[in-house]
């Protein structure tokens, strides 16, 4: 069955540092997604993006965050200078053309320390 | 106003009990609804879509209320395997999934 893979399983960062998290959404997927809960809290939108360029993002995403597909198949969540609160698991997921259906990969924790 | 809102829990219930969750949406310009399901410490995955008429997957119903913006999930004859935390989700019609806090259950021998 496809699925969506995410790297690195988890990541330990220090403040201010920069962190890339990877993404292989399911190949024939044309929407792709980033969300974040922090550890005990609920499933937050960060930022949908489809032909090749975002298409919603919401107000976590600041200028510190950044996505790319750079080569077709990765999607990837870049955090410039990582803060403390940055602290969470980071699901990536796509989705076809039902944009409710969406299938999550398994996340990448981020610690900030 | 919470987007979403749901009852946190937790709902503990013996096996064979029938269980029911609720939600609440404040946007009355949602279009779509979802129920998730998301085990501790793994990813959410879809349980099933939640349609106007109401709609039933084996075990599980869903209902929509538009007018009283609610929405429901039962489930009937609880396994162990069904505790998880249970996430209503709604759509804008745009391209974000809103999702609540969860409600967690937990079905005990």
């Known amino acids: 069955e496809p699925e969506v893979t995410q790297t690195p399983s988890h990541q330990v960062t220090q403040m201010g540092q920069e962190v890339i998290l990877r993404c292989v959404p399911i190949s024939n997927h044309l929407y792709f997604y980033w969300y974040r809960q922090i550890l005990g809290q609920k499933v937050e939108f960060l930022v949908s993006?489809?032909?090749?360029?975002?298409?919603?993002k919401s107000e976590i995403f600041d200028d510190q965050f950044s996505v790319e597909r750079p080569d077709g198949s990765n999607f990837t969540l870049k955090i410039r200078s990582t803060k403390l609160e940055d602290s969470a698991m980071y699901f990536c997921a796509s989705g076809g053309e039902n944009t409710g259906e969406l299938f999550f990969g398994e996340g990448s924790r981020l610690t900030v320390l | 106003r919470k987007e979403v809102e749901q009852d946190p829990g937790p709902f503990n219930v013996p096996e064979g009990a029938t269980v029911a969750f609720n939600c609440t949406y404040s946007n009355s310009a949602s279009q779509s609804f979802f129920w998730y399901r998301q085990d501790c410490r793994k990813e959410p995955k879809l349980l099933m879509s939640v349609y106007s008429s109401g709609n039933e997957d084996g075990r599980f119903t869903a209902q929509l209320n538009r007018a009283s913006q609610y929405i429901s999930l039962l489930i009937r004859d609880s396994k162990l395997s069904d505790s998880a935390t249970y996430l209503c989700v709604v759509n804008l019609d745009t391209d974000k999934l809103i999702f609540g806090t969860g409600t967690r259950l937990q079905v005990f021998p």
């Open positions: 993006f489809y032909n090749n360029e975002i298409s919603e």
